[in-house]
């Protein structure tokens, strides 16, 4: 599980994760999603390098959006690999997270 720090051009930090959102990493994800929330107003969580998501992954997005909601920041989930569409989808988290799902031309059928 690697993560990547970068400010975007409107002030944001963006905290891109490579690697995938189980179980297993759940502790170290944890951590580093609710210590991002707390440390920046406005957090941006690149998805696009997650290679699988299962629900306790899911759990953790839930849980730092709502942090971020609890401190009056903003938590904006972008770049969704197709794995976190997936499983947003399946489990009808879209309105929950209040994010756009962006489909790449590339990937639509």
Do not use: C, W
């Amino acid at each position: 599980m690697e993560f990547a720090n970068q400010t975007t051009t409107d002030g944001a930090t963006r905290l891109t994760v490579d690697g995938d959102l189980t179980i297993y990493q759940a502790v170290e994800i944890r951590q580093r999603l609710i210590d991002g929330v707390r440390a920046n107003a406005v957090l941006e969580l690149d998805l696009s390098h997650v290679g699988e998501v299962d629900t306790a992954g899911l759990q953790l997005l839930a849980l730092a959006k709502r942090e971020s909601h609890h401190l009056d920041h903003v938590l904006r989930i972008v770049g969704h690999s197709p794995a976190v569409r997936e499983v947003i989808e399946f489990l009808n988290m879209v309105a929950f997270f209040g994010d756009p799902l962006v489909i790449p031309a590339n990937e639509r059928a």
